[in-house]
């Protein structure tokens, strides 16, 4: 069932989707692997507020490379993911080293995340300001430059974003799997019983963490490439990182899939709306949106996936209770 | 030489200024937070439509601005209420970040209602006080009135807490919400007069800030990140500490911006914000 | 005055309190003893409306107080001074006070209340400016009485002064509860103390896993020979 689904899936661009239908399914792939991201660390009781910096660094340290360096993509993007990985531990080691939780986490990575949008606007002479950037182009008389990771096809990034999503999932269930029951625990909540019998918090903070800001770049890069356009506000500062924790909390962040549904709800919702009402009145789509999330976070805090999946259950156990009495 | 230092010390000055203005856009969140422990990140937002309700009242309506200012205190002032009772409140029980992601999604959908009611072109309400030239530096009008509204609005904030039987009952619950009946308090008033001042205090920030800047349905995420950073180095409901925070913050940015460029004084305050919560995440003058 | 017929409630599932009856005149002082777990302090929560009485009826001076909001028992004449003092640590003991008249009806007569508490506990007088969380035990039991005082109640409920406290300072709290008693101060108190409070009070019910098993006049139950074997350590 589970590998029918991905098979149409996979299958379905081929089957003559236009090109807008097309890239839609790319961008719910895109940030549903984003908010993948997120949700890993953000499941655990580590709200970061800060992901549009990851999100930001894998961006621009790719385009830029490339433009004033010459540097393809291939050697970018590690430089990126580096680079990537040494901010989140500047900021990670020690929020989990003195327990920095709960809002004051929030707050700090928050802080974070205007650092990145503000450098980038300051470096206006390389970054272009909040204009944005462009990567220089390799298509002028080709289709395609695996050097440069450009390509004008949208079936050949709807293939490179699926297998990067596709690896998304299989890391939360690694995640998953590698930790036992009590060091999810641990990290959630009961961080002093877990000290106590000799667990490393701090370590296991420090390295979902990681992962979470590691994989967050890499959909950076996948989306500057893919747009061929970056700009400091939507890949970095508060606006773009609430839009990741608020599409995670949409879908469901403690279910796998979760994210990847509030990715797809959030974008067919503004698409739709979009269709519905126009261009003309500006912010309904928005209007409508915020509204949403806050009713679902007030009476739903585990998200559209997470409900359906806990009323399921629930109708399963009532079923089997009422066959064993 | 003479005249750089001439400069330095006109963004120090300003930044002295600056830091009236930060100071008051803290004062209420601080408030709101240091007594009912949750974090408005629709703050901000809050203020900017209390910028619309100045500009509707002087523009619109063709109000004096006095009229108009009291207005747009009196609209926040309404907003802040309301959401407390619908939106805070069903969400006290809830787990803290919750409370934090809820007014997140208010943060959106005011930005949307703005955009949707008052259009996305930039706005103001005509009126731009001068600079005031002393000797050879040149100061903002509107920073100095701004500087000396958050004065008065600190001093009174201190008596009204410290003399009042409401101010003792506010600075009381925060230390014990369970027992408050036993005073003959009703805890859920409390919470929606002080949600009511914090949103005054927005408001009153909301009319200085008008004076000095375009009004825009995005405006508040320009100052919202560093009310937050002032609020929690200050100490989360900490006034006095909110107040000096509030000041250094100021200095950082204008005095980095002075050297440098704006966003770089922005990214220093920020940094050095981080630093400081590694180093003392209970605020400036919290204690360890 | 007060007046409880077959009171039930508890906390979820969990009943603390069954079919509870009990009365406090004016002027008396009645304590409510027992141990650890039996529905004490339950029992003065559900006067105070800090929690629903299940099932029965609560009367003060022939008022029902079933369904009165908790912030509104004081305008009944009721103060209650929680189990562990629960004062507001960062406030000053004056303040702490103040907030004890808070109800608009209690405000007028703020100062000379508050010069009859300090002639009560003259120890408050000496450090009304001083943060109640850096108050000793004993101090902070005068101030969260003194307190409850303020708001000038008919009856005030005492959940265990003296719990905690080193004996001499259980003396003291004693002292004032005699002498509350003596300046006509309604008063129902919940003691484990047996002894102490059997000696200050007028009566006394005895409560065991949440009912009442014995009641009376406090030197007959000082003479019961259940109470002398379980309570009194004879």
């Given at each position: 069932m589970k590998w029918a689904a991905l098979v149409v899936l996979a299958l379905a661009p081929l089957a003559g989707m236009g090109n807008y239908p097309l890239h839609l399914l790319i961008m719910c792939l895109l940030w549903g692997f984003v908010y993948t991201s997120w949700a890993i660390m953000g499941r655990l009781g580590m709200v970061s507020l800060g992901h549009g910096a990851f999100l930001g660094i894998g961006a621009y340290v790719v385009v830029l490379l490339w433009n004033?360096?010459?540097?393809?993509p291939w050697l970018g993007t590690p430089i990126a993911l580096v680079l990537t990985a040494v901010v989140a531990f500047v900021i990670g080691y020690p929020c989990f080293r003195f327990k920095i939780v709960g809002h004051y986490f929030a707050l700090v990575t928050l802080a974070l995340t205007e650092v990145a949008r503000l450098v980038i606007v300051a470096l206006r002479d390389q970054t272009g300001g909040s204009l944005g950037a462009t990567p220089n182009t390799a298509l002028a008389d080709s289709a395609w430059s695996l050097g440069a990771l450009q390509f004008s096809s949208k079936l050949i990034w709807f293939y490179i974003i699926l297998v990067a999503w596709l690896a998304g999932l299989w890391i939360w269930g690694r995640v998953d799997r590698s930790m036992t029951r009590l060091a999810l625990e641990a990290i959630s909540q009961e961080e002093d019983a877990a000290a106590s019998v000799g667990m490393n918090v701090t370590r296991l903070k420090l390295g979902v963490t990681l992962l979470s800001a590691l994989m967050t770049c890499f959909g950076g890069v996948l989306y500057a490439q893919y747009q061929l356009y970056v700009n400091p506000e939507t890949v970095s500062g508060i606006g773009i990182s609430l839009q990741i924790v608020f599409g995670a909390i949409v879908g469901g962040m403690f279910v796998r899939l979760g994210p990847t549904v509030g990715a797809a709800i959030t974008l067919l919702l503004a698409e739709v709306l979009r269709l519905a009402i126009g261009h003309d009145v500006h912010g309904l789509d928005t209007t409508i949106y915020g509204l949403m999330l806050v009713l679902f976070i007030i009476f739903m805090p585990k998200g559209i996936l997470g409900a359906i999946l806990e009323a399921l259950e629930k109708r399963r156990a009532a079923k089997t209770a009422a066959a064993t009495a | 030489m003479q005249v750089f230092d001439i400069f330095l010390l006109e963004a120090v000055v300003n930044g002295i200024l600056l830091g009236g203005i930060l100071a008051l856009l803290a004062l209420g969140l601080n408030l709101v937070f240091g007594v009912i422990d949750v974090v408005w990140i629709c703050y901000a937002e809050l203020i900017m439509l209390g910028m619309y309700a100045v500009y509707y009242g002087h523009n619109v309506f063709g109000w004096p601005l006095w009229l108009a200012l009291v207005f747009g205190v009196a609209v926040v002032a309404v907003l802040g209420a309301l959401l407390h009772q619908f939106v805070i409140r069903p969400v006290l029980a809830a787990e803290p970040i919750n409370q934090l992601l809820v007014t997140g999604g208010v943060l959106f959908f005011l930005q949307a209602v703005a955009t949707l009611a008052f259009g996305i072109e930039f706005k103001n309400i005509g009126i731009r006080l001068p600079q005031l030239s002393v000797g050879e530096m040149y100061l903002s009008v509107a920073r100095l009135i701004a500087f000396l509204v958050a004065l008065a609005g600190m001093i009174g904030m201190y008596l009204f807490l410290t003399r009042s039987y409401l101010g003792t009952a506010i600075r009381a619950i925060s230390q014990d919400r369970a027992i408050m009946p036993l005073m003959g308090v009703n805890p859920n008033r409390i919470f929606l007069i002080t949600s009511a001042l914090g949103g005054g205090l927005a408001g009153l920030a909301a009319c200085l800030l008008v004076l000095q800047y375009d009004i825009h349905p995005a405006i508040g995420l320009t100052f919202g990140p560093i009310t937050f950073m002032v609020c929690v180095m200050g100490g989360l409901g900490n006034m006095i500490g909110g107040f000096i925070a509030a000041f250094i913050f100021a200095q950082f940015i204008s005095v980095g911006g002075f050297f440098l460029h704006i966003e770089w004084g922005y990214v220093i305050a920020f940094v050095f914000f981080i630093g400081m919560m590694f180093w003392r995440p209970q605020g400036i003058l919290g204690s360890k | 005055m007060l007046k409880l017929s077959n009171v039930s409630a508890g906390y979820g599932s969990f009943q603390a309190l069954f079919d509870t009856s009990l009365e406090v005149n004016a002027g008396e002082t009645v304590a409510v003893i027992g141990p650890n777990g039996a529905g004490k302090t339950t029992l003065l929560r559900v006067i105070s409306r800090l929690i629903d009485a299940s099932a029965g009826e609560m009367t003060m001076e022939a008022r029902s107080?079933?369904?009165?909001?908790s912030h509104e028992v004081i305008a009944y004449g009721i103060a209650h001074v929680p189990e562990n003092r629960r004062l507001f640590p960062r406030l000053s003991v004056e303040d702490n006070l103040r907030m004890g008249a808070y109800v608009p009806s209690a405000r007028a007569n703020f100062a000379e209340r508050l010069e009859r508490v300090y002639a009560l506990f003259p120890r408050m007088k000496e450090r009304?400016?001083?943060?109640?969380?850096?108050?000793?035990g004993g101090e902070q039991q005068m101030c969260a009485i003194g307190r409850a005082l303020m708001s000038g109640p008919k009856l005030l409920l005492l959940d265990e002064p003296s719990a905690g406290l080193a004996p001499v300072v259980v003396q003291a709290i004693f002292e004032v509860v005699r002498k509350m008693s003596a300046e006509g101060y309604t008063v129902l108190i919940v003691e484990q103390n047996v002894q102490q409070v059997l000696k200050v009070a007028d009566r006394a019910y005895l409560l065991e896993t949440g009912r009442i098993k014995l009641s009376g006049r406090a030197d007959e139950l000082r003479e019961n020979d259940a109470i002398k074997k379980s309570y009194l350590g004879l």
């Open positions: 004033h360096a010459g540097i393809s | - | 107080l079933n369904t009165v909001p009304r400016k001083q943060l109640a969380g850096t108050l000793s």
